[in-house]
């Protein structure tokens, strides 16, 4: 009983909050740039006190990631001896733009995937060495060293050709309703954006500064790692990262910010 009042209690107060939220974008915060494409980062959604952590390269905790992944990048691993420096030579160079066109279509697989998958299929592929496990300290290291590369640069993925049913199915996933909140993205993320939740504005929902440092979880985090999070709170079943439909909607939520400045690795509460 006491876990359903819990539950009751929870629910009560997501739903009032939403529903007391006017459906449509609030004024956006004070200092906010003013974009022709009306695009606004999560950035400017976070407490002032959130905003410096991220923008002091010696407070940012998701800088411990970059720099890790630094060192993994030149670390052979695997039985062919190989580093990703082997293929990809200094990824400061390398590296620059490619974080900001994932996920995209795998052309020898025809799949969609995201950046953490391609970096095990290369560890697989070419250095002959064993996948990182999803959500690893390894695996975010080198995803938020990629990403870091990109810093500064518009995101820019792809929607035609190969890649045009996934982003039709990612945008039907966006639009659907879910879990017994009976909640879709884009009921907070473009209805109720610049509103409150909980203690919180609510963002436009984009995926320019992943994988992100999350405060709540005191570790970085990657965008299904988000949506997870997100289905938990409209009391959905989570699904598992990698997932298919993940990367659909990945997809089309990184769509929705294409244009906007990459700042990896953000911080967020």
């Not at 739903?15 to 980062?41: C, H, Y």
């Not at 909640?183 to 209805?191: F, I, K, S, V």
């Not at 609510?202 to 790692?225: C, D, E, K, V």
Request: with cysteine; proline share 7%.
């Amino acid at each position: 009983m006491g876990v359903m009042r819990r539950f009751l209690r929870h629910a009560a107060m997501l739903l009032a909050a939403l529903a007391a939220a006017t459906p449509a974008f609030a004024d956006p915060p004070p200092e906010t740039p003013v974009r022709d494409d009306g695009l606004i980062s999560g950035y400017w959604f976070a407490s002032p006190e959130t905003r410096a952590i991220q923008d002091d390269e010696f407070s940012n905790p998701g800088l411990l990631y970059v720099d890790r992944g630094a060192l993994r990048w030149r670390e052979p691993d695997g039985a062919a001896e190989k580093s990703c420096a082997s293929c990809h030579d200094d990824g400061v160079e390398t590296m620059a733009g490619v974080g900001a066109t994932y996920p995209k279509v795998d052309e020898a697989s025809g799949a969609l995937i995201n950046l953490g998958e391609r970096v095990n299929m290369c560890r697989v592929r070419h250095m002959d060495a064993k996948p990182l496990e999803t959500e690893s300290e390894p695996l975010l290291d080198l995803t938020a060293y990629i990403m870091h590369q990109s810093q500064g640069m518009p995101m820019a993925v792809t929607i035609d050709g190969p890649a045009a049913p996934f982003f039709e199915h990612g945008q039907a996933l966006y639009n659907q309703r879910v879990g017994q909140m009976d909640l879709a993205c884009t009921m907070c993320h473009d209805q109720r954006v610049g509103h409150y939740l909980r203690a919180e504005h609510i963002s436009q929902g984009h995926l320019n500064g992943f994988p992100t440092y999350m405060m709540r979880w005191g570790t970085m985090a990657s965008p299904h790692r988000r949506f997870q999070f997100c289905n938990e709170q409209a009391r959905a079943e989570p699904l598992p990262i990698n997932h298919p439909d993940y990367n659909a909607l990945e997809l089309y939520i990184a769509w929705r910010g294409n244009g906007l400045e990459i700042e990896t690795p953000a911080v967020r509460r």
